[in-house]
């Protein structure tokens, strides 16, 4: 904890196919790189996604598996085909309301993969002219993230996003490729990048910790600097 302390408070939005509590697991060596700077409160997504069988018919997987919205009305979701559907995105919205409402106030959002397509739409929810709800924070930090191809979502990068920002991707990610995710950067005033040799995770190591380091201590003096 920082000598005073005073925490940036940061929502974190789980990838597809996880859940709250394992993002958080999965990110135990994330967080002791911003615990001077930052509490890191973690909520799963409210859709249910079906468990992928194995060869053998039997379902591989116990872990209770979430996601923010499907892309097909049979609950499947592929990110990188464009697609009139974004069914359970509203009941999303919702879990995540409640949960500013009721954790809140968070200084940022975090998201990862799926979740990190979730802050870009949050980022623009709240760049509305007419928007008055209380989804409202001042940094993203979206990892492996990418803009959603769900039509119901253009609106939502009408504006260009002015709150600070910083995009973490791979090099080598099979998954969300980092053309996807450098394409989410032309809709962010001014984005802060980080580019790591590693694919689809959230990475710690070498300059991944500087970075963060220097985001987060710039994002923890405009907040706590004239407190």
């Not at 249910?48 to 598996?65: I, W, Y």
């Not at 979740?115 to 990892?143: H, T, W």
Request: net charge neutral; glycine share 8%; hydrophobic share 30%.
């Amino acid at each position: 904890m920082d000598a005073d302390g005073r925490l940036l408070k940061i929502l974190c939005l789980h990838g597809y196919r996880q859940n709250a509590d394992l993002f958080r697991e999965k990110t135990g060596a994330f967080r002791k790189v911003l615990k001077k700077f930052s509490r890191l409160i973690y909520v799963s997504a409210p859709n249910t996604v079906p468990p992928l069988n194995s060869a053998d018919g039997k379902d591989s997987e116990s872990v209770d598996k979430r996601g923010w919205w499907f892309s097909a009305e049979d609950n499947s979701y592929r990110p990188d085909e464009p697609t009139e559907c974004c069914k359970g995105y509203q009941e999303s919205l919702d879990v995540i309301v409640k949960a500013f409402q009721e954790e809140g106030p968070f200084d940022g959002v975090l998201g990862f993969s799926q979740g990190a397509s979730m802050v870009s739409l949050l980022c623009g929810l709240q760049e509305k002219d007419n928007y008055s709800g209380p989804v409202r924070f001042n940094f993203a930090i979206i990892i492996a993230g990418f803009r959603s191809r769900s039509s119901p979502h253009n609106h939502l990068y009408e504006k260009k996003i002015k709150i600070s920002s910083l995009h973490v991707y791979g090099a080598t990610d099979t998954v969300i490729g980092k053309e996807m995710s450098k394409e989410l950067l032309d809709y962010f005033e001014c984005p802060q990048t980080l580019e790591h040799e590693g694919g689809h995770f959230v990475p710690t190591s070498g300059d991944g910790k500087r970075i963060y380091t220097e985001f987060l201590s710039r994002e923890h003096k405009k907040r706590f600097s004239s407190s």
